[in-house]
């Protein structure tokens, strides 16, 4: 988990700044923690299931639609998510969501 967290607060800002070139986050995350890299959230789940995939922070809300993990949604026991947004204003990757899989119509 460390490393994940770590990756987030390194690797990916620092691309989301500028301040470090990357052409692959996937590749990137999975080399540097093991975990695969998702830039997006179906729009469909998003909007279904609003809960799990928002978070306020700094009094707005924001939607989480890049997240990090491992495992998939069919075995919530054997999977983990890490959600977030970055922040164009503070240049800050802000964590909202982290455990289990979100909900989906899947899991």
Known sequence: ????????????????????????????????????????????????YKEDYRTVWNGKKYELRAH?????????ESTIRIAFFFDEVSSKAVIGFFGQHQQTDVS
């Not at 988990?1 to 770590?6: D, G, S, T």
């Not at 990090?68 to 919530?76: C, H, Q, S, T, V």
């Open 1 to 48: 988990m460390f490393l994940a967290l770590e990756w987030i607060a390194t690797n990916y800002r620092s691309a989301r700044t500028g301040e470090r070139r990357c052409s692959d986050l996937g590749e990137d995350c999975k080399n540097a923690c093991g975990f695969h890299f998702s830039a997006h959230q179906s729009d469909v789940t998003v909007s279904k």
């Open 68 to 76: 990090i993990g491992k495992g998939n949604g069919r075995n919530p």
